[in-house]
T-cell receptor, first 114, second 113 residues
Framework: DQQVKQNSPSLSVQEGRISILNCDYT??????FLWYKKYPAEGPTFLIS?????DKNEDGRFTVFLNKSAKHLSLHIVPSQPGDSAVYFC?????????????FGDGTTLTVKP | EADIYQTPRYLVIGTGKKITLECSQT?????MYWYQQDPGMELHLIHY???????EKGDLSSESTVSRIRTEHFPLTLESARPSHTSQYLC????????????FGPGTRLLVL
């Protein structure tokens, strides 16, 4: 049973517009959520995170929203740039259980068109 | 900037060969991880370590083994490679304590013929 799901395998957006990437989770013990970005032939790099005590975290063009009741989080990128084209992974961890290990989603491939 | 290295970056090898994938980090992180990822799929945790002489199997069963003799080094070994081992292997590390931001290496793409 996959505990972290990214139901959209791909997303295409025009440059300058908003990109919204979604992630759903099933384990109510998850209390820390992260987004990673991965370019081809490279490892994932950390992008932004949010603790379950918050519902929003913003860092420049990137904002993550958390809806605990719906077990849903989303990553907003605005304005989108061609350099944002990459695979985005959502990850979740439960710091006090499961030894704090992260569980990853399948990833969403974002393409930003010039 | 993260300093975590993996070698080789690409490896093509025949069935039955023994291989070791190297992973080193210079950040002094106690936690290290190995993930296996196939295209379009999630990252599957296959091994992790919380410090020297500590190794645990991850969520996905793997025929590989790991060792952690030094903090900075976390090699993964396959005693007898098979085509089913063909995948990308990603190494990561993180600081001990709360917050699970992981720093990933560039990965090793393994092809077993």
């Amino acid at each position: 049973d996959q505990q972290v799901k990214q139901n959209s395998p791909s997303l295409s957006v025009q440059e300058g517009r908003i990109s919204i990437l979604n992630c759903d989770y099933t384990n109510s013990m998850f209390d820390y959520f992260l987004w990673y970005k991965k370019y081809p032939a490279e490892g994932p790099t950390f992008l932004i995170s949010i603790s379950s005590i918050k519902d929003k975290n913003e860092d420049g063009r990137f904002t993550v929203f958390l809806n605990k009741s719906a077990k849903h989080l989303s990553l907003h990128i605005v304005p989108s740039q061609p350099g944002d084209s990459a695979v985005y992974f959502c990850a979740a961890s439960a710091e006090n259980t499961n030894a704090g290990k992260s569980t990853f989603g399948d990833g969403t491939t974002l393409t930003v068109k010039p | 900037e993260a300093d975590i290295y993996q070698t080789p970056r690409y490896l093509v090898i025949g069935t039955g060969k023994k291989i070791t994938l190297e992973c080193s980090q210079t950040m002094g992180h106690d936690k290290m991880y190995w993930y296996q990822q196939d295209p379009g799929m999630e990252l599957h945790l296959i091994h992790y370590s919380y410090g020297v002489n500590s190794t645990e199997k991850g969520d996905l069963s793997s025929e590989s083994t790991v060792s952690r003799i030094r903090t900075e080094h976390f090699p993964l070994t396959l005693e007898s490679a098979r085509p089913s081992h063909t995948s990308q292997y990603l190494c990561a590390s993180s600081e001990q304590g709360g917050g699970e931001t992981q720093y990933f290496g560039p990965g090793t793409r393994l092809l077993v013929l």
